[in-house]
């Protein structure tokens, strides 16, 4: 995790700090506020504003369910001593499915490894 990651502010940690459930803060957020009452919407969005909370664009393209991200999960094993993209068989592969992303209309940023 990156300094970054470990500084922003999530859902979770508004409702730990008003002491509600993700769901409500969620909820607040996003204009689903039918059944929370005002003085919960203000709290929420008080500390919301106090604390700097910006949603994630990965939560909420992954929430709309067209993001478009696909994930790969590579195990570095203790066998390739941290250097699993510089076995052949592996960056192979990675390279034949980024150019198959790329065919599909997808976006793969290969500088990062993020797709």
Do not use: C
């Not at 909820?27 to 709290?43: A, F, P, Q, Y």
């Amino acid at each position: 995790m990156t300094a970054v990651e470990s500084e922003r502010v999530r859902i979770s940690d508004i409702a730990e700090e008003l002491g509600l459930s993700t769901a409500t803060v969620s909820n607040v957020l996003h204009g689903k506020r039918k059944r929370v009452s005002d003085e919960t919407i203000k709290r929420v969005q008080e500390l919301v504003e106090k604390r700097g909370y910006i949603p994630s664009m990965a939560g909420i393209l992954l929430a709309q369910n067209d993001s478009g991200i696909i994930g790969v999960v590579i195990n570095d094993h203790e066998k390739y001593e941290g250097h699993v993209l510089e076995d052949g068989f592996i960056s192979s592969s990675l390279n034949v499915l980024s150019r198959e992303i790329d065919v599909a209309g997808y976006f793969y940023d290969g500088e990062d490894g993020r797709i």
